[in-house]
């Protein structure tokens, strides 16, 4: 572990420790908290957040005696940010979760993701299950009920409009850093249901993060290789098909998400045979900052 002093959150303000990790021949930033040997909980963030996404989160996982890992995801924060968008196909995404896993010696935690880092976490379940022993997963749908929604559902497909905008070249980096990216404070304020889930010193917080050299493309990065590899897989197999999640799992899911329909909670037991739905009626697609000690309850209780 390793001490700076341009953390995007002083180490003082940390619910855990700073440092680094070199996993999948790329070094991520990583805040570790709660005993050592500790049963291993990866949370994973979303876009355009970075750990901090977690920080209340942190505290209750590690007081209930867990070891609690939460990185910056690679192209994030203080994590590298390695050129070219097949950097981040969800294959290395896996890895890098794998990764970090086994440099904690263990060979399988707790995997728990939001938005982006939920699909990971779906991802990681399906494609490395001896990595994974409880999966939890915040708004984000599994991959094969997203692909069935984008069919049929014109509700979802017109609210994943922005997946589209996101291929252009430069003009998404541009709109996201303009008038001090008041687009990611937007997404952020007006998103939530609770007027107070994000205070003028978090939000200052998410847009350094997102704000430093190489972030944004990196972050829209993860969105283009996605759309890449979809393309590909619609073209050789008809789609990304019937993945099944053996784990136990639980999906916590804000109903007042604006970018994904609630009927992605529904008939998953189709690919999760052992799995439990909650929704959070007066929350929104930031559940964990809008929901912090429900969302706290349902994975302690989850994972235990």
Not at 92 to 121: I, M, N, Q
Not at 216 to 237: P, V
Not at 238 to 250: A, S
């Amino acid at each position: 572990m390793t001490a700076r002093d341009d953390w995007t959150v002083p180490a003082a303000e940390t619910p855990g420790v700073h440092g680094t990790v070199e996993t999948n021949d790329v070094r991520l930033h990583v805040v570790t908290a709660g005993p050592a040997d500790g049963d291993l909980v990866v949370l994973l963030h979303g876009f355009p957040e970075f750990w901090y996404s977690w920080h209340h989160q942190i505290p209750a996982l590690a007081e209930a005696g867990y070891r609690v890992a939460v990185p910056d995801m690679r192209g994030y924060n203080c994590s590298a940010k390695p050129r070219g968008v097949g950097a981040y196909h969800v294959d290395e995404l896996v890895g890098d979760v794998a990764g970090l896993v086994h440099a904690f010696d263990r060979e399988s935690a707790h995997a728990v993701g939001h938005d982006w880092g939920g699909f990971v976490a779906w991802q990681t379940a399906i494609d490395r299950p001896d990595v994974v022993d409880r999966l939890a997963v915040l708004n984000a749908p599994h991959p094969s009920a997203f692909e069935r929604a984008l069919r049929s559902n014109p509700r979802q497909l017109a609210r994943s409009w922005y997946v589209g905008f996101f291929q252009l070249p430069g003009v998404p980096e541009w709109t996201l850093g303009a008038r001090d990216f008041e687009v990611v404070e937007r997404m952020l304020v007006d998103g939530a249901v609770d007027p107070n889930a994000f205070t003028d010193t978090d939000i200052q917080r998410y847009k350094r993060a997102i704000g430093r050299p190489g972030a944004r493309t990196a972050a829209l990065n993860y969105y283009r290789a996605m759309a890449r590899r979809n393309a590909r897989l619609t073209l050789t197999r008809g789609g990304v098909g019937d993945q099944r999640v053996e784990v136990p799992t639980q999906v916590v899911w804000g109903e007042q998400d604006e970018a994904l329909d609630i009927s992605l909670t529904e008939g998953l037991d189709r690919w999760v045979p052992d799995i439990r739905v909650e929704r959070l009626p007066d929350a929104s697609h930031w559940v964990q900052s809008d929901a912090p000690e429900r969302v706290s309850e349902l994975l302690v209780e989850h994972l235990g």
